[in-house]
């Protein structure tokens, strides 16, 4: 009978999942190693965001040192605070995407490294894994004391549609102020804010591309030295500097 027994047993184990391989498992997906970059990536610290996910700072830097195992609740915090799909921390990007954000499922995020927020914004692709872009819906609040516009810059090119109210842009040397139906298209590493500067709430959609932006210069072209270039009669000669409308 006992010779039955401990053959029993020993069949069960072979069924289950090794304890040893199951970390293992775990530790190859480098959870931790994700969690600390995403954080890194938005210039944020174990503190805040412990407030986003409430979850303390202490837990936070055991999860990315590895010395704990998140649950699937705390991932999801998590995950939904840096826009992403608990899919970006296990599974590849699939083949073909299409995912709803239902506006009830969104999270609405303060303007972060500031003690006054000016704007909140929701991620419109935080279910995309390893997106190419990030679209949000940004609401920017009339000035209040405290309040401040601060700077930013990432890589890439970031794209800004009004929806309603006046919003002030700022974006190295420039500044101007969109209205309702108003756009504009800039490149993101160059240092940029936004404040509202209106009475109301300004609304708008923003667009973050990661993909740096072409440059602007025009093509070389090829200049034959043995002659000299030829002019069309009535056509004045051009200087040549290969300099287009776009470069100006």
């Given at each position: 009978?006992?010779?039955?027994?401990?053959?029993?047993?020993?069949?069960?184990?072979?069924?289950?999942?090794?304890?040893?391989?199951?970390?293992?498992?775990?530790?190859?997906?480098?959870?931790?190693?994700?969690i600390?970059?995403?954080?890194?990536?938005?210039?944020?610290?174990?503190?805040?965001l412990?407030?986003?996910?409430?979850?303390?700072?202490?837990?936070?830097?055991?999860?990315?040192?590895?010395?704990?195992?998140?649950?699937?609740?705390?991932?999801?915090?998590?995950?939904?605070?840096?826009?992403?799909?608990?899919?970006?921390?296990?599974?590849?990007?699939?083949?073909?995407?299409?995912?709803?954000?239902?506006?009830?499922?969104?999270?609405?995020?303060?303007?972060?490294?500031?003690?006054?927020?000016?704007?909140?914004?929701?991620?419109?692709?935080?279910?995309?894994?390893?997106?190419?872009?990030?679209?949000?819906?940004a609401?920017f609040?009339?000035?209040?004391?405290?309040?401040?516009?601060?700077?930013?810059?990432?890589?890439?090119?970031e794209?800004?549609?009004?929806?309603?109210?006046?919003?002030e842009?700022?974006?190295?040397?420039?500044?101007?102020?969109?209205?309702?139906?108003?756009?504009?298209?800039?490149?993101?590493?160059?240092a940029?804010?936004?404040?509202?500067?209106?009475?109301?709430?300004?609304?708008?959609?923003?667009?973050?591309?990661?993909?740096?932006?072409?440059?602007?210069?025009?093509?070389?072209?090829?200049?034959?030295?043995?002659?000299?270039?030829?002019?069309?009669?009535?056509?004045?000669?051009?200087?040549?500097?290969?300099?287009?409308?776009?470069?100006?």
């Amino acid at each position: 009978m006992g010779d039955l027994a401990t053959v029993k047993s020993e069949e069960i184990q072979k069924t289950q999942v090794d304890p040893e391989t199951a970390e293992a498992f775990i530790a190859e997906k480098k959870i931790g190693e994700r969690i600390k970059r995403l954080r890194l990536k938005k210039s944020m610290g174990l503190v805040e965001l412990g407030r986003h996910t409430g979850l303390s700072a202490s837990f936070l830097s055991q999860l990315e040192t590895g010395r704990v195992v998140p649950t699937l609740r705390n991932l999801a915090r998590i995950a939904m605070v840096f826009s992403k799909d608990l899919a970006y921390f296990f599974e590849p990007e699939p083949n073909s995407l299409f995912r709803i954000h239902r506006k009830r499922e969104r999270v609405r995020l303060p303007q972060t490294g500031v003690e006054v927020p000016s704007y909140y914004f929701e991620s419109l692709g935080y279910m995309v894994p390893d997106r190419h872009m990030d679209p949000y819906f940004a609401e920017f609040l009339p000035p209040t004391p405290g309040m401040e516009a601060k700077a930013h810059m990432h890589p890439g090119s970031e794209f800004l549609y009004v929806l309603d109210g006046e919003l002030e842009i700022r974006h190295g040397d420039h500044q101007c102020t969109l209205e309702s139906g108003d756009a504009v298209y800039f490149d993101a590493s160059t240092a940029h804010s936004y404040l509202c500067v209106g009475n109301k709430p300004s609304r708008a959609i923003i667009v973050t591309m990661h993909q740096a932006p072409p440059p602007l210069t025009a093509p070389l072209r090829a200049v034959n030295t043995t002659m000299p270039p030829r002019v069309l009669p009535g056509l004045p000669a051009k200087a040549g500097n290969g300099e287009g409308p776009e470069s100006k």
